[in-house]
């Protein structure tokens, strides 16, 4: 075994001297003995000399960097680096020596063959009677095979995170697929074009955003709003598509569809179809109370379905309905701004025109009229 000559003590001669007792020279030989069977790597470094040389290794150090142990006495240990300057470990270690501190890091360093292999660092400083640093023991212990195994369940886990979420997409994306379908069977009754209940979910989620709400929210309150007349299903045709006024008692089986929509949607444990069964039942009440199913007043009509009344009303006057012809644009926004506060809530409609004004969605022509 070699070892730096500043190291030699009484340990390495055949016989203690007078002056060193032989409890010592046979702790010391104890210490080496053990220092040499360990199977983590052990060196000692000199803080006395430029650049923390090396004075001692232990075999077992030797075996993992497959360095000899002359190869290594005198260097600074950062030949085991390579070009791994920057690694986070090496920047704790550097502090650490720089503050006469101990650390334990993990490093990647290099074998001669350079094949590199990852080791656990322990340093802890030593100091003379006076307090004064005057080396540092390290211990180093292979860790390759155990961060191979945490890379490889690193990337399992994001394997099988990138496949959970895959499959949660294409769940999600079924069933506002299923969502739209549903409202395109009841809207396919009276709109031959299928593009009322998508016009009416696109201006909801619009308008929802130019109320603040978050975009998540918003884009949530779009899918449902789609289902709003999802009731229609059970409404008769002679009623649904009757090409002029309704009667009286035509007109309450009319409004059926919202109580209809909402038993349909009823129940459900997902949020979104919670919202559009409150969207299906609220959309026809009126700010001042006089709505319908429940009469409900001001701000006690959910906020969803106040804003996929005033989506829903523009639409259907800038669309041909079986009773009257389609309104031009202007003279809807002028009867959207005069319902404020009677049909409307204020608040939705200042927000409906200045969307509107900001950014006025193109109408489509529909080809065929529909009942509301």
């Known amino acids: ?91 704790t270690l550097r502090a650490a020596l720089r503050a006469g501190g101990d650390c334990a890091v993990l490093l990647r360093n290099h074998r001669k063959d350079g094949t590199p292999f990852w080791n656990e660092l322990t340093m802890a400083p030593v100091r003379d009677e006076a307090g004064t640093l005057t080396h540092y023991i390290g211990i180093q212990t292979e860790v390759t095979a155990r961060v191979h195994a945490e890379e490889a369940l690193h990337h399992a886990n994001a394997e099988l995170e990138r496949r959970v979420a895959a499959r949660t997409a294409a769940l999600v994306a079924a069933q506002y697929e299923t969502l739209d379908r549903l409202a395109r069977a009841a809207e396919s009754r009276d709109d031959d074009t299928g593009q009322h209940t998508a016009r009416v979910g696109a201006t909801s989620a619009a ?71 409150a969207i299906a039942l609220g959309h026809h009440e009126r700010w001042d109370g006089t709505g319908y199913p429940q009469g409900l007043v001001g701000a006690a009509i959910p906020l969803a379905g106040r804003i996929v009344a005033v989506a829903d009303v523009f639409d259907a006057l800038t669309h041909a309905r079986p009773y009257k012809v389609a309104w031009p644009v202007a003279d809807a926004l002028a009867e959207i701004a005069r319902q404020a506060g009677r049909q409307f809530d204020p608040a939705v409609v200042a927000a409906f025109l200045a969307l509107r004004r900001r950014d006025a969605p193109p109408s489509a022509s529909p080809r065929r009229r529909r009942r509301r």
């Open 207 to 277: 308008l929802a955003r130019e109320l603040g709400w978050p975009a998540e929210e918003a884009d949530r309150l779009g899918r449902a709003a789609v289902l709003h007349d999802v009731g229609k299903i059970g409404i008769p045709d002679g009623v649904l598509l009757k090409p002029g006024p309704l009667t009286p008692a035509e007109f309450a089986v009319m409004r059926t569809h919202t109580t209809g929509g909402a038993a349909i949607l009823a129940g459900s444990e997902h949020a979104l179809l919670r919202l559009a069964e």
């Open 1 to 91: 075994m070699l070892v730096h000559p500043r190291l030699r003590t009484g340990a390495d001669r055949a016989t203690p001297t007078p002056h060193e007792p032989r409890h010592l020279a046979a702790a010391l030989r104890l210490h080496r003995r053990a220092s040499e069977a360990a199977t983590a790597g052990i060196t000692i470094s000199d803080c006395r000399l430029p650049d923390l040389p090396l004075i001692y290794a232990n075999p077992a150090f030797s075996h993992m960097t497959g360095y000899t142990i002359a190869e290594v006495i005198g260097r600074n240990c950062r030949f085991l680096q390579g070009g791994d300057t920057a690694q986070p470990g090496l920047v």
